[in-house]
């Protein structure tokens, strides 16, 4: 079952570094400081009734939830708490910086039915992290992991494609996509770098020290982060930011489309259908791609069917809930030329 979340956003709270591309405000909308009671009626308000719980979870995003006021951290998880008990959610999720975990923290959320936990990680390149004033290093994350792990938190891990001070962006992303998948976290989420006003990266692009990617430069490096997520049997939740009136308000430059995961997942699923094929010259292909997924494999304003027919091939598709998200299967070719 597809998990819902009731989510609640902290920004800045916790962080103990402002990085340069961070803007949490224009990112997740939210101004004021959340309260025990915000989080307490709008439980009660919006969670289903008791034993309906299944799938819903009550989250903690922006800033960084273990590093905030430990009182306060604290309250905001027993109002939360309050309907794990009443069986009206699941599972607590939390999102958090590697370097503000520990055993004495990881004690405090199994106490208040925290499940998951993601760690904003963005890259395992120590060089890129020190640029970008991340304030940690690759072995903060992987010490981090092993202990949610052994904890038996669900982890979730995020990753940033184009940050500034990175030399070549899609091998960076790979390299970055094997070592997270090597920390074997459960989720994944995936965005690309964008220039915010208010940050010190604006400052960077407007001196010209910092190009932010193109749309296609941004798809091509998360195309080959998800596709050594997908090869890990690593699920990725989030490709891309949500599209807020806020961060439509602060954004400056960089790779920013409204659906830049349904892109991702249309480019994946066309290098599919080319690599099935093998430079065999047809001219109608039928294939079947996976429950949901046949807007993404047609594409945005059906670019897919475009590029296919560019090459003198009929593309039709359909779907087959057998087959996994990005999964794509051949069915048949039609007037094969010798």
């Not at 932010?212 to 195309?223: F, H, N, R």
């Not at 990725?236 to 806020?246: A, D, K, P, V």
Request: hydrophobic share 40%; with cysteine; proline share 3%.
């Amino acid at each position: 079952m597809k998990e819902r979340r009731l989510a609640f956003f902290i920004p800045h709270k916790g962080c103990k570094q402002s990085c340069i591309f961070c803007n949490q405000r224009a990112i997740s909308g939210k101004i004021n400081e959340v309260c025990p009671n915000e989080v307490f009626d709008k439980c009660n308000l919006f969670l289903p009734e008791p034993g309906n719980e299944k799938g819903m979870e009550i989250a903690f995003f922006g800033g960084s939830f273990t590093a905030i006021d430990k009182g306060y951290m604290t309250q905001l998880l027993e109002a939360a708490n309050h309907f794990i008990i009443q069986r009206r959610a699941s599972g607590i999720r939390i999102s958090t910086r590697p370097d503000s975990i520990d055993e004495d923290i990881l004690e405090t959320l199994k106490k208040y039915s925290v499940k998951a936990i993601e760690l904003g990680a963005q890259s395992s390149d120590d060089s890129i992290l020190l640029a970008n004033e991340r304030g940690h290093d690759h072995l903060s994350t992987t010490k981090a992991s092993n202990l949610i792990r052994d904890f038996e938190f669900s982890l979730g891990l995020q990753m940033m494609v184009g940050m500034y001070g990175d030399k070549d962006p899609k091998m960076t992303a790979i390299k970055t996509a094997e070592d997270f998948a090597f920390l074997r976290p459960q989720t994944m989420r995936i965005y690309p770098t964008l220039v915010l006003k208010g940050t010190k990266l604006e400052d960077l692009f407007n001196s010209g020290k910092y190009v932010p990617l193109s749309v296609k430069e941004a798809i091509d490096c998360t195309v080959e982060a998800l596709s050594v997520f997908d090869k890990a049997d690593i699920e990725t939740i989030r490709i891309g930011l949500h599209s807020e009136m806020s961060l439509h308000k602060s954004f400056l430059a960089g790779p920013y489309h409204p659906a830049f995961g349904e892109k991702v997942n249309s480019r994946i699923i066309r290098n599919k259908v080319m690599n099935l094929l093998e430079n065999e010259r047809i001219k109608t292909v039928k294939v079947a791609v996976g429950k949901g997924m046949k807007s993404a494999a047609i594409g945005q304003k059906r670019e897919n069917i475009v590029f296919f027919n560019s090459l003198g091939i009929r593309l039709i598709i359909e779907e087959d809930e057998k087959l996994g998200k990005r999964e794509v299967k051949i069915l048949n070719t039609i007037d094969k030329e010798n």
